[in-house]
């Protein structure tokens, strides 16, 4: 199947395949307000999955659900992410995708910076908690 962007009326913005579905089924962590996935190393990565026949040793996951590394999540004692965006796309509710893509589309991808056209935000995955570890 080729990779398409679609607008699903349920969850607003999709894609076909999710980079970080396939590491949450793989054991690698948990999403979170930001609809981020918090790993081992943070919420502020990149990562992509190979599709393979395989056979590996599965991952031992050390969490309950797919939001168990979220601090609002496990015990509400956090929302730093939703004072962090800009766009007002993050509420105790959740991470809104056509606000956030909104914001995106209108305010940073008009920016420039040294030369260099700004691509995405991800305001919410820096200086929070679960930047580079799972939140304690
Ligand atoms: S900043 Fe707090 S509430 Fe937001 S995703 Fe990280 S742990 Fe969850
Ligand atoms: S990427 Fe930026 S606009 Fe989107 S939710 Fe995060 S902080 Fe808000």
């Known amino acids: 199947m080729k990779w398409n962007r679609l607008h699903d009326p349920r969850v607003g913005l999709a894609s076909t395949w999710s980079e970080r579905h396939a590491a949450y089924a793989a054991g690698l962590g948990t999403f979170s307000l930001t609809d981020g996935l918090i790993t081992a ?6 990562c992509g999955s ?27 004692s956090c929302g730093i992410c939703i004072d962090r965006c800009p766009g007002g796309a ?11 893509e909104a914001y995106v589309r209108k305010q940073v991808r008009s920016e420039e910076r040294s030369g260099v056209k700004i691509a995405g935000c ?15």
């Open 122 to 136: 991800g305001l919410c995955q820096t200086n929070v908690p679960c930047e580079r570890e799972i939140p304690k």
């Open 41 to 46: 190393r943070g919420m502020a990565h990149r």
């Open 50 to 76: 190979i599709i393979t026949d395989l056979v590996l040793e599965p991952t031992r996951r050390d969490y309950a659900g797919p939001y168990g590394y979220c601090l609002h999540y496990r015990d509400k």
């Open 90 to 100: 993050i509420t105790e509710n959740g991470h809104d995708k056509d606000l956030c």
